[in-house]
Nanobody, 121 residues
Framework: VQLVESGGGLVQAGGSLRLSCAAS????????MGWFRQAPGKEREFAAG????????YYADSVKGRFIISTDDTKNTVYLQMNKLTPEDTAVYYC???????????????WGQGTQVTVSS
């Protein structure tokens, strides 16, 4: 499975961005999908996840109420809508896929290369 992220960039605090992650190589609908992020000097952390059937979503406390994860199975794409961004959201954002349930650890099967999100104050 190949995962390619897009949609990162520079945005002012309070603004919004939507990240996309296009999956190829295998049926998308079998996978739980997730978004992780890594800020400068910090470890990569879980941000959001969605179950393989789309029925369940999971969020880190730091993004709950501001970020929304969703999928479009027809396009084999997962999205992360990010609202009310703050400088603390500045990080490289990674898409991940897992042939099991969503977990908040790093134990995912496939990873994208990441896309940079920078939020200016």
């Amino acid at each position: 499975v190949q995962l390619v992220e897009s949609g990162g960039g520079l945005v002012q605090a309070g603004g919004s961005l939507r990240l996309s992650c296009a999956a190829s190589g295998r049926s998308f609908s079998s996978f739980a999908m997730g978004w992780f992020r890594q800020a400068p000097g910090k470890e990569r952390e879980f941000a959001a996840g969605i179950s393989w059937d789309g029925d369940s979503t999971y969020y880190a406390d730091s993004v709950k109420g501001r970020f929304i994860i969703s999928t479009d199975d027809t396009k084999n794409t997962v999205y992360l809508q990010m609202n009310k961004l703050t400088p603390e959201d500045t990080a490289v954002y990674y898409c991940a896929a897992r042939l099991a349930t969503v977990v908040r650890t790093q134990y995912w099967d496939y990873w994208g290369q990441g896309t940079q999100v920078t939020v200016s104050s």
